[in-house]
């Protein structure tokens, strides 16, 4: 798997935390049960220094992607597309397109095989 989709794939983990905290009933249970939210910020530092080490062109098509889904990109993992769990094409797993960043015919998003 290529760095810039390791990066991605990072990109996405801090985004899904970032917008658990900003979602307030998350945070209230969180302190409900004695957590204290912190954090935040460093989060979205870590997030600015991550997103300028990936290339525009695929951060871009990642934003855009982000727009629609909870999860943008996603590993291949059996079969079928685990966003929208259509059937892949048989063409998706030819060593060809192993390296390569795949996507979803049905429903746009990014794959790629681990
Ligand atoms: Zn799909």
Partial sequence: MKEEYRL????????IMIREMHDA?????????????????ELTQARSDLAAKIPTML???YERLA????????????DKC????????T???SAALRTELLTCENCGRMLYIP
């Fill in 8 to 15: 991605l794939v990072a990109l996405q983990d801090l985004d």
């Fill in 25 to 41: 009933s998350t945070t209230q249970e969180f302190e409900n049960m004695g957590f204290k939210i912190e954090g935040l910020d």
């Fill in 59 to 61: 951060l871009n098509r």
């Fill in 67 to 78: 727009g629609h889904f909870k999860v943008a990109i996603l590993p291949v993992t059996g």
């Fill in 82 to 89: 685990l966003g929208c769990f259509v059937k892949l094409p």
């Fill in 91 to 93: 063409s998706f797993f």
